[in-house]
């Protein structure tokens, strides 16, 4: 079982839509989680972090939190072309990071 | 560009060749970290890297591949005698304090394609 799983996509919204892009771990002792972004042939950079059940809203951005159901989520509120990317969920596991394959996001003007 | 930077940015070798890929970390960073990227996977955790210290080889495959963070100069990955399923996106990551939560920031990768 992978530590990280996403779904792959490809996820399409038209702008302005909601994007929701999900994660579920397997290490119920996770207790750090982040969101990159990461555009195609480029590094990824850290969107948001979030390490308490709940939700945390950065901008357009909302981290989802549930550790009883071992999942989080992202939310991308009036998605913009800019926003078309990869985005990686990564868990703190032991004392490693461990990464998802990524769910490609589309934004279609 | 104080940001953490890495060469070569392409990298193309015969199998059987040796690799070297170097990381410098963000300026005030001490700590590296080693990723490599295949097609259609995810950022899998190489090595953890102090400055003249090896913290975390983990994920570094045991042949073939080592990586040093000298006193002097920037880390470097190594990759002995390279075969084709080496070719991948290598990125370094690094971060302020060994902290596993503080924040890693990434280079922008080398791309490695063994012929």
């Known amino acids: 079982q992978k530590e990280v799983e996403q779904n792959s996509g490809p996820l399409s919204v038209p702008e302005g839509a909601i994007a929701s892009l999900n994660c579920t771990y397997s290490d119920r002792g996770s207790q750090s989680f982040f969101w990159y972004r990461q555009y195609s042939g480029k590094s990824p950079e850290l969107i948001m972090s979030i390490y308490s059940n709940g939700d945390k809203e950065d901008g357009r951005f909302t981290a989802q939190l549930n550790k009883a159901s071992q999942y989080v989520s992202l939310l991308i509120r009036d998605s913009q072309p800019s926003d078309s990317a990869t985005y990686l969920c990564a868990v703190i596991s032991g004392n490693q990071f461990y990464f998802g394959t990524g769910t490609s996001l589309t934004v279609i003007p | 560009n104080a940001g953490v930077m890495q060469n070569p940015r392409h990298l193309v070798r015969r199998r059987g060749q040796e690799a070297r890929l170097r990381c410098s970390p963000m300026?005030?960073?001490?700590?590296v970290y080693w990723y490599r990227q295949l097609p259609e996977e995810g950022l899998k955790f190489m090595v953890y890297?102090?400055?003249?210290?090896?913290?975390?080889e983990s994920g570094m495959p045991k042949e073939r591949f080592s990586a040093e963070f000298p006193k002097e100069g920037p880390s470097i990955l190594r990759i002995q005698q390279v075969v084709r399923g080496d070719s991948a996106a290598y990125f370094c990551?690094?971060?302020?304090?060994?902290?596993?939560?503080?924040?890693?920031?990434f280079g922008p990768g080398t791309r490695l394609t063994v012929l």
């Open positions: 300026k005030g960073h001490s700590h």
């Open positions: 890297l102090q400055k003249e210290n090896i913290i975390d």
């Open positions: 990551a690094s971060s302020h304090s060994q902290v596993i939560t503080d924040t890693q920031y």
